[in-house]
């Protein structure tokens, strides 16, 4: 049996036994009995299966340390974390704290999840609010050891409100955690900037880089450059998804030589790391699995990430081959379904939707970021001409109940400037960011309203065309709901291709969002309303 997939069983048997011992020892809501395993429908069953599939391909990527897990469940949240642990005291007390920290941060965020328990959950798993934590580690120069924590978030219907890392950079020797002057000397982000305005300068990115928002990150200022890690070989900085490049590239990493960067390194970048033991790795002893989480009092929850906007880039509309979507006469008695694409435009892959939504004569809903639409404006230009309804996603993808009235506002607003100059009108459906809307963003909908889903193919998170197209199926009758998509990944438009035809040979009506609420609903559309998953069930 190859090595690798011996890991991945044994992560998975790690995984299990920590779901099981964690829920004995502190005894969880709902879960499973310690001497069986939970049942893969159930929501701990289902909710394990995922946190195995977050946790995979982690593996090369941790050098040091034996990976301690464990799942737990409190009220409506639920938790997946893996750490590791080194062998050095010092270094292992103060991982489970920042472990901790993350935790606390998470409840502090969702506390009223926590509070209200199961009153209205999630129909993906069961919970309202999920969270996940894997890890990285590094051996560096100089005896460094650095350990970057993976956090996703994920609330309700499947949405990730936050996806970031945290990195914490060691002494091996000492166990001290080492701040920015013990690691760097002063106006060492001078020299990291020139290197990523050289290193996003090539050709491989060039079409793709959001601006401003590129040069913002990567100039000498004291808020960029603070998330990194020491390699074997360089220097790896993080940064945030949608502050570089699309949301579809993920959190961005730039590895940097230490030749670079010799100049402004304290550390002895002649000195190889040396490796701990027995600690270390895939080649560790085993150690036993831990069975509750640190605790530690929470502070303030992280904050949401904004993004902002590329260059143009040019499209192709290819000939349509079955009748045009404006063709379409919809009958209220047969079934209809809604399938609907987040994060766009996509030059590459919004297109390869519309290829296939024209070549069937069918259409869709699309809700677009305001920056990115003013970027690629011949996207929806031709999505509109073909039948299809454009909604906003706000100007850049900010987490609304985060902000105030007036941000809430600005950004609508600024969106809808931008669908007058590239559709003639101001939008009048919008989704907002991770489906979350609260009083202040209700009040603020003005002459819009508010439109989620029903079935969420968390193509986002397998990236899987196969996945997605199971979520689907699994659904059983899609009469009268609405799919969640997004049109920034190659997986989803790949599956949109299966999908389609697969959706009008079971009887169901493509349609978009309004004549869906208008034909199957019996209801026009109301100004502030929010049109919620429960509503589309």
């Known amino acids: 049996m190859p090595l690798h997939f011996q890991r991945r069983m044994k992560r998975a048997a ?3 036994a920590g779901l099981l011992l964690a829920c004995a020892a502190v005894g969880c809501q709902g879960a499973a009995p310690a001497q069986s395993s939970p049942a893969p429908t159930s929501p701990q069953g289902q909710f394990a299966e995922l946190a195995n599939l977050y946790f995979m391909g982690l593996e090369d990527k941790q050098q040091v340390g034996v990976t301690q897990a464990y799942i737990d469940y409190k009220g409506a949240c639920a938790y997946a974390i893996e750490y590791p642990a080194t062998g050095n005291e010092m270094i292992d007390a103060r991982i489970k704290e920042i472990v901790a920290q993350i935790r606390a941060d998470f409840d502090q965020t969702y506390a009223a999840f926590v509070a209200d328990g199961d009153a209205s959950v999630s129909y993906q798993t069961g919970f309202e609010a999920e969270l996940y934590v894997g890890y990285q580690t590094y051996l560096g120069v100089d ?8 956090e996703s ?6 949405n990730s409100p936050y996806e970031g890392v945290h990195t914490h950079v060691f002494d091996l020797s000492s166990g001290k955690e080492l701040n920015e002057s013990d690691v760097w000397k002063e106006g060492y982000r001078a020299a990291v900037s020139a290197y990523a305005a050289k290193h996003f300068g090539n050709a491989t990115f060039a079409e793709d880089l959001i601006e401003p928002s590129y040069r913002e990150h990567i100039a000498d200022a004291p808020q960029n450059f603070t998330q990194y890690a020491l390699t074997n070989d360089g220097v790896r900085f993080y940064f945030d998804k949608y502050s570089i490049l699309p949301g579809s590239y993920g959190i961005v990493q ?12 304290n550390v002895d970048i002649t000195q190889s790391a040396v490796v701990p033991e027995p600690n270390t790795g895939m080649h560790a002893l085993p150690a036993a699995t831990e069975t509750a989480a640190p605790t530690v009092a929470p502070t303030a929850a992280p904050s949401a990430k904004p993004a902002s906007t590329p260059k143009p880039a040019a499209t192709a509309t290819p000939a349509a081959t079955n009748p045009p979507a404006s063709a379409r006469k919809i009958d209220p008695n047969k079934p209809m379904v809604a399938l609907t694409f987040d ?4 030059v590459k892959y919004g297109n390869q939707i519309l290829d296939t939504l024209e070549k069937h004569g069918q259409v869709a809903t699309f809700f677009e970021l305001g920056n990115l639409m003013a970027a690629h404006p011949q996207v929806d230009q031709r999505a509109a001409g073909l039948g299809c309804e454009i909604g906003s996603h706000t100007y850049s993808h900010k987490n609304l109940n985060k902000l105030t009235a007036e941000q809430v506002k600005e950004e609508i607003a600024k969106t809808d400037e931008v669908f007058k100059r590239v559709l003639g009108h101001p939008s009048v459906l919008i989704r907002p960011p991770y489906g979350n809307i609260n009083k202040t963003v209700q009040a603020c909908l003005g002459e819009h309203a508010a439109v ?4 969420d193919t968390l ?4 990236k899987n065309v196969e996945q997605i197209i199971e979520t689907v199926k699994k659904e059983g009758n899609l009469d009268g709901k609405v799919i969640l998509m997004h049109s920034i990944y190659a997986s989803s438009a790949q599956a949109v291709e299966e999908l389609v035809p697969y959706l009008l040979e079971q009887g169901y009506q493509l349609v978009t969002v309004s004549e869906l609420i208008t034909y199957k609903h019996h209801e026009s559309i109301q100004m502030g309303k929010v049109y919620g998953y429960r509503y589309f069930r």
């Open 14 to 16: 790690s995984i299990l």
């Open 143 to 150: 005896k460094t050891l650095s350990v970057v924590f993976e």
């Open 153 to 158: 978030q994920t609330v309700r219907n499947g």
């Open 254 to 265: 730039m590895d940097v030589p230490y030749a670079a960067l010799a100049d402004v390194l």
């Open 343 to 346: 994060d766009g435009p996509s």
């Open 452 to 455: 989620n889903w029903s079935v």
């Open 459 to 462: 193509d986002w998170k397998s």
